[in-house]
């Protein structure tokens, strides 16, 4: 049953008012400002002012996203040219070509010359052997030196020096190291190849000792080391007792009187020297250039 309710009361228009004539609608007129220009007007500047706020913000999202896109764009771009670089600068010229075939080592004066014949150009190198640069150095470049140096352009001047001494657990590795290269430069030097393939094998990862660890090479493993590059058992042996520990300690001091000469006092090693000046090794094609 429907229940009964009582009238609401209109406050437009009183008891005693009387609808106009020709009013439209049963349900009682409005003024039109009501439903045009009147309370609603400033929902509609507000309604069109969010629509401003939206789109604004529409854009500045879009703007936010193609920043970001052409950051990310700039990073990959970035990496992939500091790839491109890093491979062409460690590249290893002459790689495939392996150890020398026809060079030979003589010494003079404390320093060991490798050529074949009489090289077009020299240069002066100087190492040590715990040097992991140097080491490097000889993975990139050993196999174009021994190239070059079977072709006849290129005569190469071996200085060792031995101030990381400190950086070996023995405390005397790199005047060993140095010791074991003059014996095969002394003794077996006139043997095609054989002083550039112990140089090599001394310097080959898994042989260098790493500095500050907590171990390296005796003179017995060096000369094991010496044997498997096929250096005769003689020089072998004589590496083994330390027979030019005392000779290649007097060498590592003129070596190191020369480098300062040329360089200064800051000095490094590997360092390689043409015409008593430093040549810049950070790009390898510098070896190429000089012996073209």
Request: net charge positive.
């Amino acid at each position: 049953m429907a229940k009964s309710r009582a009238p609401r009361p209109n406050p437009s228009r009183t008891p005693a008012q009387k609808r106009p004539s020709g009013a439209a609608g049963s349900t009682g007129s409005r003024p039109s400002s009501a439903t045009s220009s009147g309370p609603r007007a400033p929902q509609s500047k507000a309604g069109r002012q969010s629509v401003a706020a939206a789109r604004n913000s529409g854009g500045s999202n879009r703007t936010q996203l193609m920043i970001g896109g052409v950051a990310i764009v700039v990073i990959v771009a970035v990496i992939i040219v500091g790839l491109v670089l890093n491979k062409k600068n460690t590249a290893v010229p002459a790689d495939g070509y392996g150890d020398s075939k026809a060079s030979i080592a003589t010494v003079a004066d404390g320093v060991i010359t490798i050529s074949a014949g009489t090289p077009q150009t020299s240069i002066d190198v100087f190492e040590d052997a715990m040097c992991p640069a140097c080491g490097s150095f000889e993975h990139q470049f050993g196999q174009q030196m021994a190239q070059l140096a079977d072709e006849g352009k290129l005569g190469v001047r071996l200085h060792m020096l031995n101030f990381l001494n400190r950086a070996s657990s023995s405390g005397d590795y790199s005047t060993r190291g140095a010791a074991a290269l003059l014996a095969v430069a002394t003794e077996a030097g006139s043997q095609p190849g054989l002083f550039l393939k112990f140089h090599t094998a001394l310097f080959a990862e898994g042989t260098q000792p790493k500095e500050n660890s907590g171990s390296d090479l005796s003179n017995a493993q060096l000369g094991e080391v010496a044997k498997t590059a096929g250096v005769p058992d003689a020089v072998v042996a004589s590496i083994a007792a330390g027979k030019y520990v005392e000779a290649a300690a007097a060498n590592a001091k003129t070596s190191q009187t020369a480098i300062q000469a040329a360089v200064g006092e800051q000095w490094a090693t590997p360092t390689v020297l043409h015409d008593n000046k430093p040549l810049a090794l950070n790009s390898p094609d510098w070896l190429t250039t000089l012996t073209a």
